[in-house]
Antibody, heavy 118, light 112 residues
Framework: QVQLQQSGAELVKPGSSVKISCKAS????????MHWIKQQPGNGLEWIGW????????KYNQKFNGKATLTADKSSSTAYMQLSSLTSEDSAVYFC???????????WGQGVMVTVSS | DVVLTQTPVAQPVTLGDQASISCRSS???????????LEWYLQKPGQSPQLLIY???NRFSGVPDRFIGSGSGSDFTLKISRVEPEDLGVYYC?????????FGAGTKLELK
């Protein structure tokens, strides 16, 4: 069955970077876009962007240009998101989600909590 | 960016009641290909969101028929008939017609 297994919680310092992962299994990784979504504590959801692992194409929400970098490793069926120049505003739970052809997120990872604190 | 306005912010319900959530968009969600990419997700406490409805009115696999999505253009509604305990949580509408994709702020379905 389809699973998206995300990496563990991160505690990072302001100004640093962090790279979180989303390991896919149960389907052909290279055939579906992988999206990333941010959820700040007590807040709603914010779409960050997507990557198509088949060819590495990406699309970002302009708000996250320069903040998030999406990559994918076909050999390990893993998608990554690097967040740079971290501030307290980046403290959030980050989800990966598979985009199905019909135009929706059908599977989600369990989320990764990133806490930015000195 | 497209703004999705959900009302109410919170919906207190009694189990077995009907609940209704509105999602209004700042612009039409009809895509140039004719589809309307308006979805509804439910996030239960401590969990990831889960898909309920896609393209306005299509129930995702395994979603009970007490969930009904409707609407067109920029005005959409999710109705839940006969609310059950597992329906409690925060409901989000989401649009994937316009870049960037956006979510509504959420509606919390809670017990009275």
């Amino acid at each position: 069955q389809v699973q998206l297994q995300q990496s563990g919680a991160e505690l990072v310092k302001p100004g640093s970077s962090v790279k979180i992962s989303c390991k896919a299994s149960g389907y052909t990784f290279t055939s579906y876009d992988m999206h990333w979504i941010k959820q700040q504590p007590g807040n709603g959801l914010e779409w960050i962007g997507w990557i198509y692992p088949g060819n590495g194409n990406t699309k970002y929400n302009q708000k996250f240009n320069g903040k998030a970098t999406l990559t994918a490793d076909k050999s390990s069926s893993t998608a990554y998101m690097q967040l740079s120049s971290l501030t307290s505003e980046d403290s959030a739970v980050y989800f990966c989600a598979r985009w199905y052809y019909g135009g929706f997120f059908d599977y989600w990872g369990q989320g990764v909590m990133v806490t930015v604190s000195s | 960016d497209v703004v999705l306005t959900q009302t109410p912010v919170a919906q207190p319900v009694t189990l077995g009641d009907q609940a209704s959530i509105s999602c209004r968009s700042s612009q039409s969600l009809v895509h140039s290909n004719g589809n309307t990419y308006l979805e509804w997700y439910l996030q239960k406490p401590g969990q990831s969101p889960q898909l309920l409805i896609y393209k306005v009115s299509n129930r995702f696999s395994g979603v009970p028929d007490r969930f009904i999505g409707s609407g067109s253009g920029s005005d959409f509604t999710l109705k839940i008939s006969r609310v059950e305990p597992e329906d409690l949580g925060v409901y989000y509408c989401f649009q994937a017609t316009h870049d960037p994709y956006t979510f509504g702020a959420g509606t919390k379905l809670e017990l009275k």
